[in-house]
């Protein structure tokens, strides 16, 4: 069973920035992608970017493109998201999680392990 802890969630002024990570723990599979999910209140969980296991193939929604980037670092078994230009709107609580395999989905119901979450809150 794998085990995803998120940190690096707080209050940010607008424009500010924010590094996200999130730490794999327990039996990680030998190859899975990671995934970033965001959910507003009264919102449905939506996606936010997503790396493949070697790193080379990156998936990012509309809204955030040009502004946040995502990597990794297997050996440490861990997911960093970078937030940067940080509106209003992306106040949220962002979720980490893990799909086993090599294929970079965008799907949530794609991914079957989940961190608790980061709040995320973007003052104007």
């Known amino acids: 069973q794998v085990q995803l802890v998120e940190s690096g969630g707080g209050l940010v002024q607008a424009g500010g920035s924010l590094r996200l990570s999130c730490a794999a723990s327990?039996?990680?599979?030998?190859?899975?992608?990671m995934g970033w999910f965001r959910q507003a209140p009264g919102k449905e969980r939506e996606f936010v970017a997503a790396i493949g296991w070697s790193g080379s193939t990156t998936r990012f929604a509309d809204f955030v493109k040009g502004r946040f980037t995502i990597s990794r670092d297997n050996a440490k078994n861990t997911v960093v998201l970078q937030m940067s230009s940080l509106k209003p709107e992306d106040t949220a609580v962002y979720y980490c999680?893990?799909?086993?395999?090599?294929?970079?989905?965008?799907?949530?119901?794609?991914?079957?392990?989940w961190g608790q979450g980061t709040q995320v809150t973007v003052s104007s």
């Open positions: 999680a893990a799909a086993q395999g090599v294929i970079v989905w965008t799907e949530r119901i794609r991914y079957a392990y």
């Open positions: 327990g039996r990680t599979p030998s190859s899975y992608a």
